[in-house]
């Protein structure tokens, strides 16, 4: 079955970097879109960025394009998000996530997550 595995979190200043890593198992990695989505304490779970399976198309929410960049190396079945500039606002539990199917690249497809990893922004 679908697993995904999250790392890479911890506690920065602001301006800082950090890069998650999700490692990907249990089905055909590259025929999928892959994604990073966030939630703030006391809010809903909201998208950050998603990526195509051959990588040629991305796609970032508004606040973190520009700082954010989502990658992805198909023959090591591991999805990245670099971040950089962090704001005290970005902190979040971070989660990879994968659609139900190949080549399905809608919000809505996104139904197999990890287990997140805490990001924490101090300022």
């Known amino acids: 079955q679908v697993q995904l595995v999250e790392s890479g979190g911890g506690s920065v200043q602001a301006g800082g970097s950090l890069r998650l890593s999700c490692a990907a198992s249990g089905f055909t990695y590259n025929t999928y879109c892959m994604g990073w989505f966030r939630q703030a304490p006391g809010k809903e779970r909201d998208w950050v960025a998603t990526i195509y399976p051959m990588g040629s198309v991305t796609d970032y929410i508004d606040s973190v394009k520009g700082r954010f960049t989502i990658s992805r190396d198909n023959a090591k079945n591991t999805l990245y998000l670099q971040m950089n500039s962090l704001k005290p606002e970005d902190t979040a539990i971070y989660y990879c996530?994968?659609?139900?199917?190949?080549?399905?690249?809608?919000?809505?497809?996104?139904?197999?997550w990890g287990q997140g990893t805490q990001v924490s922004v101090s300022s």
């Open positions: 996530a994968a659609a139900l199917a190949p080549y399905s690249c809608a919000l809505s497809s996104f139904k197999n």
